[in-house]
Antibody, heavy 128, light 110 residues
Framework: QVQLQESGPGLVKPSETLSLICIVSGDSIIPNYWTWIRQPPGKALEWIGHIYDGGRTYYNPSLESRVSMSVDTSKNQLSLRLTAVTAADTAVYFC??????????????????????WGKGTTVTVSS | QSVLTQPPSVSAAPGQRVTISCSGSSSNIGDHSVSWYQQFPGTAPKLLIYDSNKRPSGIPDRFSGSQSGTSATLGITGLQTGDEADYYCGTWDSSLSSGVFGGGTKVTVL
């Protein structure tokens, strides 16, 4: 059974860097897509980015200048860093296991992308 | 402002059927299959439908998905009070090279 557990500081001051960890149990870091998603209070889910193949990344264009992700295969854990945080970064942060595939069959392009296992999330508040 | 558009809320009586729409564009739903997630307050989202219409193990067949063009639909039949939750659609967007979600739909059982 795959389980994900996020952890982080809970409270971060404006302009500082947010660092979160997600510990993965029951599955290997490679070759899955490991995704970070956040949800501000009372708002919708926001895709932050994903890391796959041990280090290849895609980030949300709106966060790309401030976000970075990495993996530590020896510890089977993921890391998220978000720099220069503001109150708008206050949210519950989730890590999730993602699946992506695209292929062409009979001249037709097919693609899927979804997240099947989610951590419980960790709340991050940005405040002085 | 979410990339995918969902109605803020839908409602129906117990036992009835509801549908939730998810509208996008050629670079997301038009090119990639949609997934659906159920979220109860204070908990993590749960995968309901993936690859447009497939259900993970353990998801009852009261939940169904369909997709055509740049729109997708989640259907819930035999509505139960336990189905009251927020529902999100999601997929990949080729233009943004990013995952995208809808704004979420709150289902209320009258």
């Amino acid at each position: 059974q795959v389980q994900l557990q996020e952890s982080g500081p809970g409270l971060v001051k404006p302009s500082e860097t947010l660092s979160l960890i997600c510990i993965v149990s029951g599955d290997s870091i490679i070759p899955n897509y490991w995704t970070w998603i956040r949800q501000p209070p009372g708002k919708a889910l926001e895709w932050i980015g994903h890391i796959y193949d041990g280090g290849r990344t895609y980030y949300n264009p709106s966060l790309e200048s401030r976000v970075s992700m990495s993996v530590d295969t020896s510890k089977n854990q993921l890391s998220l860093r978000l720099t220069a945080v503001t109150a708008a970064d206050t949210a519950v942060y989730f890590c999730a296991r993602g699946h992506y595939s695209d292929y062409i069959s009979a001249l037709t392009f097919y693609s899927y992308y979804y997240m099947d296992v989610w951590g419980k999330g960790t709340t991050v508040t940005v405040s002085s | 402002q979410s990339v995918l558009t969902q109605p803020p809320s839908v409602s129906a009586a117990p036992g009835q059927r509801v549908t939730i729409s998810c509208s996008g564009s050629s670079s997301n739903i038009g090119d990639h299959s949609v997934s659906w997630y159920q979220q109860f307050p204070g908990t993590a989202p749960k995968l309901l439908i993936y690859d447009s219409n497939k259900r993970p193990s353990g998801i009852p067949d009261r939940f169904s998905g369909s997709q055509s063009g740049t729109s997708a639909t989640l259907g819930i039949t035999g509505l139960q009070t336990g189905d009251e939750a927020d529902y999100y659609c999601g997929t990949w967007d080729s233009s943004l090279s990013s995952g995208v979600f809808g704004g979420g739909t709150k289902v209320t059982v009258l």
